[in-house]
Antibody, heavy 119, light 108 residues
Framework: EVQLVESGGGLVQPGESLRLSCAAS????????MHWVRQAPGKGLVWVSR????????TYTDSVKGRFTISRDNAKNTLYLQMNSLRAEDTAVYYC????????????WGQGTMVTVSS | DIQMTQSPSSLSASVGDRVTITCRAS??????LNWYQQKPGKAPKLLIY???SLQSGVPSRFSGSGSGTDFTLSISGLQPEDFATYYC??????????FGQGTRLEIK
């Protein structure tokens, strides 16, 4: 069964750090480009970051550039998002997702992990 | 960034109805348009990719059309499990993917 399972969310204070993980199984993770997408409470979906299959190419949305770092360990079939200098506006459910390369549509999603930034 | 605008933002309908949701892109995106369904507390689920292709396992009452800047998602014969929020998403400018703001489909 194809599966993405996020973990690492929680409650942190502004300025603190958190690392999210996304464990993949049931498909060839090392061949897959991976993304993080977030959703603030009651709001829509927002793309956050992407990493190439080999980990050498990364891209970020402007609002997290310089604060978040996406990475992966293909030996462990795991995707990461290191989030530093967290702000209240980073409060959201964070999903890892993987697109089909030919269609560029996200056909695989994790269940999400909640990050709350509040004092 | 390519802006995606969905209409309506919310919609009330009855079981058995046919509904249509519209998504407009701020510039041409060819057919790189995908539709997702999201239920409360759940991850989005891919319904339609490249504007009109039905994802495996998705009921045939869902259909998509359009190209360029204007797209539609139609659901014929609404079922109780179809009441959810629907999002369009452009993947033309990957990785700078953008989603529409969502359309909440409610039971009348």
């Amino acid at each position: 069964e194809v599966q993405l399972v996020e973990s690492g969310g929680g409650l942190v204070q502004p300025g603190e750090s958190l690392r999210l993980s996304c464990a993949a199984s049931g498909f060839t993770f090392s061949n897959s480009w991976m993304h993080w997408v977030r959703q603030a409470p009651g709001k829509g979906l927002v793309w956050v970051s992407r990493i190439s299959s080999d980990g050498l190419s990364t891209t970020y949305t402007d609002s997290v550039k310089g604060r978040f770092t996406i990475s992966r360990d293909n030996a462990k079939n795991t995707l990461y998002l290191q989030m530093n200098s967290l702000r209240a506006e980073d409060t959201a459910v964070y999903y890892c997702a993987s697109p089909t390369m030919t269609t560029r549509a996200f056909d695989m999603w994790g269940q999400g992990t909640m990050v709350t930034v509040s004092s | 960034d390519i802006q995606m605008t969905q209409s309506p933002s919310s919609l009330s309908a009855s079981v058995g109805d046919r509904v249509t949701i519209t998504c407009r892109a701020s510039q041409s995106i060819s057919n790189y348009l995908n539709w997702y369904q999201q239920k409360p507390g759940k991850a989005p689920k891919l319904l339609i990719y490249t504007a009109s292709s039905l994802q495996s396992g998705v009921p045939s009452r869902f259909s998509g059309s359009g190209s360029g800047t204007d797209f539609t998602l139609s659901i014929s014969g609404l079922q109780p499990e179809d009441f959810a929020t629907y999002y369009c998403q452009q993947s033309y400018s990957t990785p700078w993917i953008t989603f529409g703001q969502g359309t909440r489909l409610e039971i009348k």
